[in-house]
């Protein structure tokens, strides 16, 4: 007796492919004009937008800080990164993702904006060995793509992952924060102002002879708080 074959009989791969579910990536909503969001979905990812306090992408465990060449730069001079990395310590297993260093030079022409290329050596050394972040470059939006997922396809025992908070600031960290957010004062400087001055107030209303005897010309910086915008 001939076989008979049911024609709304769906094949063992059609079952399989609908059975299986599609993994999932975990992106930051400001993220979602980017080309990575449209290429993992061409890749058969499904993402997931969410508010992210801290990182871009999560990854199973893993917290992703994702920037591109200019974005890293801008975010070296603003001093935004530092804050960020300092977050990202809350995880166990994270990493900073520099993207498209085939379409932007990372130290070609710097010196002509004003940024020093072994500044940003340094800056990348620091990323690694005091903050204890890694840092993976890649080409282009695909590389970064495909990056996130041989990551989000790798076999992993840890179940999902815990969200993380922006870290609070002590109020001695908070008041540090605001005065290096003046240009040219820093860590070292900033701490040398506290000592002499103890608040953000008393160093705002000092006389700009008595700051010049601690921090020099940058003292001059102050004088912005009293232009009018």
């Known amino acids: 007796m001939p076989q008979l074959f049911d024609i709304f009989q769906k094949s063992h ?14 992106s930051d909503h400001r993220e979602k004009n980017s080309l990575v969001i449209s290429e993992l979905i061409h890749l058969g990812f499904q993402v997931n937008f969410e508010q992210l306090e801290v990182a871009d992408f999560l990854v199973k465990d893993v917290a992703i800080e994702r920037k591109t060449v ?33 379409e932007q030079e990372l130290y070609d022409d710097k010196e002509k904006q ?14 690694i060995l005091k903050y204890q972040v890694p840092i993976i470059f890649t080409k282009n939006y695909e590389d970064t793509a495909r990056f996130l ?22 109020k001695k960290e908070q008041m540090q924060y605001i005065l290096e957010g003046f240009p040219g004062i820093g860590a070292e400087n900033a701490k ?5 001055f103890k608040s953000i107030k008393n160093i705002i209303n000092a006389d700009e002879e008595e700051l010049k005897k601690i921090i020099g010309k940058k003292a001059g910086i102050f004088r912005i708080v009293s232009n009018d915008y």
Request: proline share 5%; aromatic share 6%.
């Open 114 to 127: 004003g940024i020093n290329p072994n500044a940003i050596r340094g800056f990348l050394l620091d990323i």
């Open 70 to 102: 200019s974005d890293f730069l801008s975010s070296m001079i603003n001093k935004r990164l530092p804050e960020q990395l300092i977050n990202m310590g809350q995880y166990e297993k994270k990493f900073l993702l520099i993207e498209g260093i085939e």
């Open 149 to 170: 997922a041989v990551l989000a396809k790798k076999p992993d025992k840890t179940s999902e992952s815990l969200r993380a908070k922006r870290k609070t600031r002590s």
């Open 13 to 26: 791969d059609e079952e399989e492919k609908e059975e299986k579910p599609k993994i999932k990536i975990i």
């Open 192 to 196: 040398k102002l506290f000592k002499e």
